[in-house]
């Protein structure tokens, strides 16, 4: 049963939660990534005037075919998960970039139809979005950039320092592999078995 806070025209659509990600990350000078994140309501009457989009969203996202006859592939059409995450893409796609992914999220439900007027709306579906703060997150360039620093000010260490100040500063997110040693390498380090150095 539909909310009375929704509108006549919306009375019996679904509203789902969705959120949008940005997937290509500009690095910061420090080696850092920012990621943009985007929570939408999105609200349908039904998948069905959405079947292309949904279909060119599982094909250019997930190399799903839905041109056969597939029984799985061809339920996804239908599925209203699916369709909430291919119209917010596709909404950013146009409004504002191009690279990103979206999850719907099940465990958070849409009871009302939000107060304020929607970001884009036509007689098939209504968008709102709220954007988060950009975050910032470290990359294998920022470790390898934070490794670079320490050996500036205190000259070459041990690869055994450097796992133990890797671990001290990121936690276990990262650790030195092939391609931090690779980032590190980039920005002027150079390595050995034991030790690393400018």
Known sequence: MASDNRSIEMENWYFL???????????????SRTIEKFNCI??????????ETIKNYLNWYFEINT?????????????????????????????????????FDALKFIYDQPSTCPDYKNENMAIWVNADEP???????????????VIRSGGKISVESAKRLIKEKFGSKYRLDEDVLYEFSKVGGKYTKKYLRL
Not at 17 to 31: A, C, H, L, R
Not at 42 to 51: D, G, I, K, L
Not at 82 to 103: D, H
């Open 42 to 51: 999105v609200a349908f009457p039904s998948a069905e005037p959405h079947r």
């Open 135 to 149: 975050l910032k997150v470290d990359s294998e360039k920022s470790v390898a950039i934070y490794l670079r620093d």
């Open 17 to 31: 939660y969705v959120e949008v990600t940005s997937k290509n990350f500009p690095s910061g000078i420090d080696g």
């Open 67 to 103: 041109e056969g006859n597939d029984i799985q592939a061809l339920s996804l059409l239908s599925d209203i998960s699916w369709c909430a995450n291919a119209l917010a893409i596709f909404y950013f796609r146009e409004k504002y970039k191009p690279y990103l992914e979206a999850n």
